[in-house]
């Protein structure tokens, strides 16, 4: 059974730093692309970036390119987005999804998703 | 880049009507076209790939249909657990449109 197990809720002033994990199992971790998506409190769904583990490609959304850094661990079979320097608005939910198909491919979706992780960033 | 509208906003319809949501691109996508569910205080749920192909799992009164720009959801027949939003996603840089809500009239 595929399963992405995400890190707890997180509360953070602006200006820290902050990683947050995605813990996955029932798959080959190394060989399917994994991508972190947001969604803003009652807003809809943004991409921000995707990672393949097998070679740590990593591509990002041009809204989010310098803002986040995906990375992957393939060790441990986990994913990462990290920010250095969080601001209020970054207060969102985080999704990890793992990718079926590749990033050339025309049929690509977002088959497995975590269960979410809040982060809430204020002074 | 191709950007995604969903219409309408909101559907308001009862158990056992027929739902039908619009998804629109601004460029063709050929059939490069995902339908996601998400309930209240849940992870979306993929539903629908490739404009028409279901997800393990996910029932026959869901049908995806469309391809270039226009595409369409059909709920053949709402069920209490249907009501939620519905997101439309295509593949350049992995888009979302901004949903459909599905409540119950």
């Known amino acids: 059974e595929v399963q992405l197990v995400q890190s707890g809720a997180e509360v953070k002033k602006p200006g820290e730093s902050l990683k947050i994990s995605c813990k996955t199992s029932?798959?080959?971790?190394?060989?399917?692309?994994i991508a972190w998506v947001r969604q803003k409190p009652g807003r809809g769904l943004e991409w921000m970036a995707i990672?393949?583990?097998?070679?740590?490609?990593?591509r990002y959304s041009p809204s989010f390119h310098g803002q986040v850094t995906i990375s992957a661990d393939t060790s441990i079979d986990t994913a990462y987005l990290q920010w250095h320097s969080l601001k209020p608005s970054d207060t969102a939910m985080y999704y990890c999804?793992?990718?079926?198909?590749?990033?050339?491919?025309?049929?690509?979706?977002?088959?497995?998703w975590g269960q979410g992780t809040l982060v809430t960033v204020s002074s | 880049e191709s950007v995604l509208t969903q219409s309408p906003a909101t559907l308001s319809l009862s158990p056992g009507d027929r739902a039908t949501l619009s998804c629109r691109a601004s460029?063709?996508?050929?059939?490069?076209l995902t339908w996601y569910q998400q309930k209240g205080g849940q992870a979306p749920r993929l539903l629908i790939y490739?404009?028409?192909s279901r997800a393990t799992g996910v029932p026959a009164r869901f049908r995806g249909s469309g391809s270039g720009t226009d595409f369409t959801l059909t709920i053949s027949s709402l069920e209490p657990e249907d009501f939620a939003v519905y997101y439309c996603?295509?593949?350049?840089?992995?888009?979302f449109g901004p949903g459909t809500k599905v409540e119950i009239k």
């Open positions: 999804a793992k990718v079926f198909g590749d990033i050339a491919a025309s049929i690509i979706y977002f088959d497995f």
């Open positions: 029932g798959y080959n971790f190394d060989n399917f692309w």
């Open positions: 990672v393949y583990p097998g070679d740590s490609d990593a």
């Open positions: 460029q063709s996508i050929g059939t490069s």
């Open positions: 490739g404009a028409s």
């Open positions: 996603q295509q593949r350049d840089y992995f888009i």
